[in-house]
Nanobody
Framework: QVQLVESGGGLVQAGGSLRLSCAAS????????MGWFRQAPGKEREFVAG????????YYADDVKGRFTISRDNAENTGYLQMNSLKPDDTAVYYC????????????????WGQGTQVTVSS
């Protein structure tokens, strides 16, 4: 098993940046692909970005491509989501998740989840 804890959320103005972190403990972090998801009030949890175990391959939702960057440091057991050019529509609770196979786009395919961190973008 792996335990995940997100941090780095907060309130930012439109056009600003935030960097989310996902600290992993338990089983070896490098054994898991990692994904970032978000959930806005009244909406379903949606895929934002994913990264393979090695960190070589990354995947993004269309509406964050070019603005968000996912990365990981397996030596530090930490994943990251750098968010630039933030928009009010990016406001949501952001979750990191892990699964033992490759990156998946469906939240239900992930076995492990953090508690989430709130990101609020003001206009």
């Amino acid at each position: 098993q792996v335990q995940l804890v997100e941090s780095g959320g907060g309130l930012v103005q439109a056009g600003g940046s935030l960097r989310l972190s996902c600290a992993a403990s338990g089983r070896t972090f490098s054994s898991y692909a990692m994904g970032w998801f978000r959930q806005a009030p009244g909406k379903e949890r949606e895929f934002v970005a994913g990264i393979m175990r090695s960190g070589i391959s990354t995947y993004y939702a269309d509406d964050v491509k070019g603005r968000f960057t996912i990365s990981r440091d397996n030596a530090e057991n930490t994943g990251y989501l750098q968010m630039n050019s933030l928009k009010p529509d990016d406001t949501a609770v952001y979750y990191c998740a892990a699964r033992s196979s490759g990156v998946g786009y469906r939240a239900s395919s992930y076995n492990y989840w953090g508690q989430g961190t709130q990101v609020t973008v003001s206009s």
